[in-house]
């Protein structure tokens, strides 16, 4: 192992045990370091380390920059121990991403998705679909938070979540309205009828009992938003839009109600695990109605101040 690949290894030993993943770095900075060694360096230099952050071809340019931020990092480090190490500017590759717009569920599609997902086969999977896909839309989880919730995770006596696998790295409590409980409740009696004994510890299981799989439900979830007539060439619903129209609604009834929204912000960024409200500010954008009400709201309140 050559030196500059021991210093790798000592930084993500180092920042691991600091609470960081680093699973990008893990995989990205060996590759580097390979590079770095055919080009005859023995230490991270600012124009190899933008050559080789340019290397794959046809990705976008926020690819590149998450390479190039991966080489900073580690190069800042190296510097400390090596002074005649380079940290190559950032800026090279731009960071921002253009976020696609959300399919807004109206609740008539919502309960028509829900129906559908009912006359699936066999039983177990058809109520696995129904109850995940409903508990995303009046939560506002992430597909990936409740497909990694454990039977232990779910209170049905309080009526709460506790969402562990989250992004970023953060848990939080997710509390249910009672007839969100209630239909959970039945979830569990029909799933562990159909599941005795129980083949894993994961909350919704699929048709055979094991643990239910994202990619098995985005197959189920295109098939069934296509045959109602909800996907088209032009409108491609995702799962993640249930969580954006929660969103969405959440602040519609609230302006609706005179609720002060800024000050409830808060409360639905930690409620939807946002790290900052700004990500729940997003969703003003996501409905022209919101964008109206929000305006007006401005307005108004403009006009006491006159």
Known sequence: MTDLAEHVQDYL????????????????????????????ACTVTADLA?????????V???????????????????????????????????????????????????????????????????ASLETL??????SGMRVGEALHLTREDVDLRNGVLLIREAKFDRERLVPLYPSTTERLRNYVGCRDRLTAPPRSSAFFVSGTGAALKY?????????????????????????????????VHTLLDWYRSGIDVNRRMA????????????????????????MDLAAARLTAHAGTRS
Do not use: C
């Not at 340019?61 to 950032?90: E, M």
């Open 13 to 40: 030993r180092l920042r691991r045990a600091l609470g960081f993943k680093l699973t990008f770095e893990g995989q990205a900075l060996p590759q580097l370091v390979g590079y770095l060694t055919d080009a005859g």
């Open 50 to 58: 933008i050559a080789w952050a340019g290397l794959p071809q046809g």
């Open 60 to 126: 976008k340019p926020i690819s590149l920059a998450h390479r190039l931020g991966a080489v900073r990092g580690f190069a800042k480090y190296l510097q400390t121990i090596d002074p005649t190490a380079q940290v190559p500017p950032s800026g090279i590759w731009s960071t921002r991403s253009a976020r696609s717009a959300p399919y807004l569920w109206s609740q008539t599609d919502i309960r028509r998705l829900m129906g559908a997902a009912r006359q699936l086969t066999p039983p177990l999977r058809a």
């Open 133 to 138: 896909l409903g508990v995303i839309a009046v």
């Open 215 to 247: 990619n098995h439900v985005r197959e189920s979830f295109a098939d069934l938003t296509t045959a109602l007539g909800l996907r088209t060439a032009s409108v491609q619903p995702r799962i993640h839009d249930l969580r954006h129209s929660f969103a």
């Open 267 to 290: 409360v639905l960024s930690t409620y939807l695990g946002h790290v900052h409200p700004a990500g729940t500010y997003w969703y003003l954008s996501a409905a022209p109605e919101l």
